[in-house]
């Protein structure tokens, strides 16, 4: 079984790989002619002379099997390639920006997954209730709701018009920080309102599941024994109801990390936010394929490891999982 997985792993890395190469290609332009353009932002001007040669230099001029060819040895030795646009390596320029988009994905995750857990023992106590109609129906509202449409509310209501946060960017620009704090406070501030973007979506899943396995689990015969000893609601809820519910939760934070990856690509083009999202938007915009098929790489990568991780720590937490 170990085996099958892992081949199964390795079948889904290789497609998704190929997909990643054939893709960008299939794109109408190339990245010379919008480098040749000047439309927006993108004032460099090429002859066709200096386009072949560019083509020669990149490798874009031999036929498409052969630049597949080059892909996957580079793959291998770990060679994302030199961005065509941005003049610097690949791995340099995601290097720089990953941190950004990682930081979100953590604070996310962890907020949207504590208020959806506690949300979804409360509602699971007071099941059929009012409040357990009430959040249920709100949280399966939120999760239809998508991601950059939350991003937009909260970007005019609450930085926009009541003016409590940035409306755009990582950090203020040219700032000089008096101190490691401040600067700490003024790139918490720009990150909050994505986070908390982000943290809303997540928020939905991370209830239903509390939900249900609260539901479960306080059907047991020891959670009668423990309101019998009259134990209070908050014991009986999160000392004994949510320690043995903890499994598919767990679980649910891992595979939420991989899933937040690709939603913080459309939030962070919301917010200008500089993680790998708002790179992956101007990469496509200029046709920069070096750069695209290396942010694709590093976002299924990371999905990946995270689904690999929630299956491993799945079955340390239930040994019964063959």
């Given at each position: 079984?170990?085996?099958?997985?892992?081949?199964?792993?390795?079948?889904?890395?290789?497609?998704?790989?190929?997909?990643?190469?054939?893709?960008?290609?299939?794109?109408?332009?190339?990245?010379?002619?919008?480098?040749?353009?000047?439309?927006?932002?993108?004032?460099?001007?090429?002859?066709?002379?200096?386009?072949?040669?560019?083509?020669?230099?990149?490798?874009?001029?031999?036929?498409?099997?052969?630049?597949?060819?080059?892909?996957?040895?580079n793959i291998i030795?770990?060679?994302?390639?030199?961005?065509i646009y941005f003049?610097?390596?690949?791995?340099l320029i995601i290097?720089?920006?990953?941190?950004?988009?990682?930081?979100?994905?953590?604070?996310?995750?962890?907020?949207?997954?504590?208020?959806?857990?506690?949300?979804?023992?409360?509602?699971?106590?007071?099941?059929?209730?009012?409040?357990?109609?009430?959040?249920?129906?709100?949280?399966?509202?939120?999760?239809?709701?998508?991601?950059?449409?939350?991003?937009?509310?909260?970007?005019?209501?609450?930085?926009?018009?009541?003016?409590?946060?940035?409306?755009?960017?990582?950090?203020?620009?040219?700032?000089?920080?008096?101190?490691?704090?401040?600067?700490?406070?003024?790139?918490?501030?720009?990150?909050?309102?994505?986070?908390?973007?982000?943290?809303?979506?997540?928020?939905?899943?991370?209830?239903?599941?509390?939900?249900?396995?609260?539901?479960?689990?306080?059907?047991?015969?020891?959670?009668?024994?423990?309101?019998?000893?009259?134990?209070?609601?908050?014991?009986?809820?999160?000392?004994?109801?949510?320690?043995?519910?903890?499994?598919?939760?767990?679980?649910?934070?891992?595979?939420?990390?991989?899933?937040?990856?690709?939603?913080?690509?459309?939030?962070?083009?919301?917010?200008?936010?500089?993680?790998?999202?708002?790179?992956?938007?101007?990469?496509?915009?200029?046709?920069?394929?070096?750069?695209?098929?290396?942010?694709?790489?590093?976002?299924?990568?990371?999905?990946?490891?995270?689904?690999?991780?929630?299956?491993?720590?799945?079955?340390?937490?239930?040994?019964?999982?063959?």
């Amino acid at each position: 079984m170990k085996y099958q997985k892992a081949i199964r792993y390795l079948l889904t890395f290789f497609c998704i790989i190929t997909l990643n190469f054939f893709l960008p290609r299939i794109m109408p332009g190339d990245p010379f002619y919008f480098l040749s353009s000047e439309q927006g932002e993108i004032t460099i001007t090429y002859s066709q002379e200096e386009i072949q040669r560019q083509k020669a230099y990149y490798g874009l001029d031999v036929p498409v099997l052969t630049q597949y060819g080059r892909y996957l040895k580079n793959i291998i030795k770990g060679d994302l390639g030199y961005s065509i646009y941005f003049n610097n390596d690949v791995r340099l320029i995601i290097k720089n920006r990953i941190p950004w988009s990682v930081s979100l994905v953590l604070l996310s995750v962890i907020i949207g997954g504590f208020i959806g857990t506690l949300l979804g023992c409360l509602s699971a106590w007071y099941r059929r209730g009012v409040l357990d109609k009430a959040l249920y129906s709100l949280m399966i509202i939120l999760s239809e709701i998508p991601a950059f449409l939350i991003g937009i509310l909260f970007l005019l209501f609450l930085a926009a018009r009541q003016g409590l946060f940035p409306l755009s960017g990582g950090m203020k620009p040219f700032a000089e920080y008096v101190s490691w704090s401040s600067r700490f406070l003024d790139i918490a501030l720009h990150g909050f309102l994505p986070a908390l973007t982000l943290a809303v979506v997540q928020m939905g899943g991370f209830y239903l599941i509390a939900r249900n396995s609260m539901i479960t689990v306080m059907s047991k015969d020891y959670m009668t024994t423990a309101k019998a000893k009259g134990l209070s609601t908050r014991r009986i809820l999160f000392r004994h109801a949510l320690t043995n519910a903890a499994l598919p939760i767990v679980t649910r934070a891992f595979y939420s990390l991989g899933q937040a990856v690709g939603g913080t690509i459309l939030v962070e083009n919301v917010f200008k936010y500089p993680g790998l999202g708002l790179l992956m938007r101007q990469a496509v915009m200029v046709r920069d394929y070096p750069l695209i098929q290396g942010i694709f790489l590093t976002v299924t990568f990371f999905v990946i490891i995270m689904n690999l991780a929630a299956d491993i720590i799945y079955k340390k937490l239930d040994p019964r999982i063959i």
